[in-house]
């Protein structure tokens, strides 16, 4: 059996139907049991059963933020789901994080909304206007990602080469290899996030982009690798064009993290128009390619 053949087969093991419902399964338990104690631990903190006044956070105040847990591990399901569709396109991988990304954005409106204050002026509380920034940004990011969706079905099919047969293979390896690496981010950002917050009493630390900071970090690597192997596979101008646009615009997502406010959610719609944009001008090249 070749390398290829191996990588192939070992691929399929890893990633297959019956492990993908397996994940699947369990993720959904854990989200709905993590809700549930969630949820109850809101109940007993409102109704004066616990006290947990001295950790400070805003997740334990209102029921609405109860649907943050839930979210999260949806949110560690798609980086799952992003692993094992990297090997298919440079497109549908991008695609993917667009969708993760916006569910940060929705995650993040669940602890928004217990905080906005109808009493005051609205344009003058920080987070009456942050909650609007990310209503009116989650509708703008819902809209370009329908787009660059609609945008991806009108790539041309491509037939399987054998160069392209390799590169597949070189992906699917790139696939297992970061698979355990997930976890370890995984398992190490809980664990820092856990040490700060109880060193500090405030569970709000950094909450909204724990993992996903250093996952996005992570994708920027991959793709840089990704663009160096295609090299091997493709001399076309624009298709290394485009693989470079994504990796910017995966770059404006990472920028997000690092910003608040309007920044923030200016950022992730830059991310994902500059894809857009990019993707549409791929289309146009190749479609005149097509002609001549």
């Known amino acids: 059996m070749s390398l290829k053949d191996k990588i192939e087969y070992s691929f ?7 492990v993908l ?9 854990l989200a709905s049991v993590g809700f549930i104690i969630h ?3 809101i109940f007993l903190q409102n109704y004066g059963f616990l006290d947990l006044s001295n950790l400070n956070s805003k997740l334990l105040s ?3 933020s109860a649907l943050y847990t839930p979210f999260s591990f949806i949110l560690i399901y798609e980086a799952y789901l992003l692993i094992f569709y990297i090997p298919r396109s440079f497109t549908t991988a991008i695609g993917k994080q667009f969708e993760i990304i916006s569910l940060i954005v929705i995650r993040k409106i669940f602890g928004d909304i217990p905080l906005i204050d109808l009493d005051s002026n609205w344009f003058e509380n920080q987070y009456n ?3 609007l920034y990310d209503l009116v940004g989650i509708i703008i990011i819902f809209f370009l990602i329908f787009l660059f969706r609609r945008a991806k079905e009108d790539l041309p099919v491509k037939p399987v080469s054998e160069k392209l047969d390799r590169f597949i293979a070189s992906k699917k390896l790139l696939s297992m290899i970061l698979l355990p690496v997930l976890i370890v981010i995984c ?3 809980f664990y820092n996030w856990l040490s700060t917050a109880l060193i500090s009493n405030s569970f709000d630390q950094n909450l909204n982009y724990l ?3 250093d996952f996005f970090t992570l994708l920027i690597l991959v793709d840089v690798f990704i663009l160096l192997i295609s090299f091997q596979y493709t001399e076309r101008y624009s298709q290394l064009i485009r693989n470079t646009g994504f990796i910017i615009s995966t770059i404006l997502l990472r920028l997000s993290f690092s910003a608040s406010g309007l920044t923030s959610v200016l950022l992730i719609i830059s991310g994902i128009l500059f894809g857009l ?4 001008i791929y289309n146009a090249m190749e479609r005149e390619r097509a002609k001549g």
């Open 39 to 41: 949820l109850s631990i």
């Open 62 to 64: 209102n029921p609405i």
């Open 187 to 189: 398992v190490l950002s």
């Open 211 to 213: 993992f996903f900071n």
């Open 12 to 18: 399929s093991e890893v990633f297959s139907d019956g």
């Open 277 to 280: 944009l990019i993707l549409l």
């Open 129 to 131: 206007l942050q909650l």
């Open 21 to 29: 419902k397996t994940v699947e399964k369990y993720i959904l338990y």
